[in-house]
């Protein structure tokens, strides 16, 4: 099995790096008690900008589904 390891905090700049954290620990603990985690991020655009708007997170832990939805301030 292979297995990648990487933050968040490289990737996006502009968000409420507090709520990524909490979920980037909660990936981290999960992955130490030998649990699977899976994510997904999908980008938000509102309108014609290019600007993110939001990231919508899909991850689960051993199955169990989560989603979060973080604005890029």
């Known amino acids: 099995m292979q297995t990648k390891s990487w933050t968040l905090k490289g990737v996006i700049k502009n968000v409420n790096l507090k709520a990524f954290k909490a979920i980037e620990m909660e990936w981290a603990d999960a992955k ?15 309108g014609p900008s290019r600007r993110l708007s939001y990231y919508n997170i899909q991850y689960s832990i051993d199955g169990k589904q989560k989603v979060v939805r973080i604005k890029n301030e």
């Open 32 to 46: 130490k008690a030998g649990k699977i985690v899976e994510v997904k991020i999908n980008y938000e655009y509102e």
